[in-house]
Nanobody
Framework: QLQASGGGLVQVGGSLRLSCAASGRTFMYYHTGWFRQAPGKEREFVAASRRRGGSTEYADFVKGRFTVSRDNAKNTVTLQMNSLKFEDTAIYYC????????????WGQGTQVTVSS
């Protein structure tokens, strides 16, 4: 199971840090990351942290602003979001997958991020 937290209301240009805690002993065998879904839009990929080596991947619209990291010892994955924009408003979901982020195996429950002007 994945449990996300850290969402909230922030002004444009502000920062938020999302956290996701995973239960179970197999966390280290999965790639992990974050997706988001804005009102009226489909869920989209945001960032990923690979299971080995910790290499990362980002959607173009968050590069340079968001940072994903994971701690296998604590079974957590975090998303540091800086320079937030109004269009970052969405429900953010943490996820874990064994193969590709187009085939997510586990979803967290989602946490709301609202960026206001």
């Amino acid at each position: 199971q994945l449990q996300a937290s850290g969402g909230g209301l922030v002004q444009v240009g502000g920062s938020l840090r999302l956290s996701c805690a995973a239960s179970g002993r197999t966390f280290m065998y999965y790639h992990t990351g974050w997706f988001r879904q804005a009102p009226g839009k489909e869920r989209e990929f945001v960032a990923a942290s690979r299971r080995r080596g910790g290499s990362t991947e980002y959607a173009d619209f968050v590069k340079g602003r968001f940072t994903v990291s994971r701690d296998n010892a604590k079974n957590t994955v975090t998303l540091q979001m800086n320079s937030l924009k109004f269009e970052d408003t969405a429900i953010y979901y943490c996820a874990a997958w064994a193969a590709d982020y187009n085939q997510v195996d586990f979803w967290g429950q989602g946490t709301q991020v609202t960026v206001s002007s």
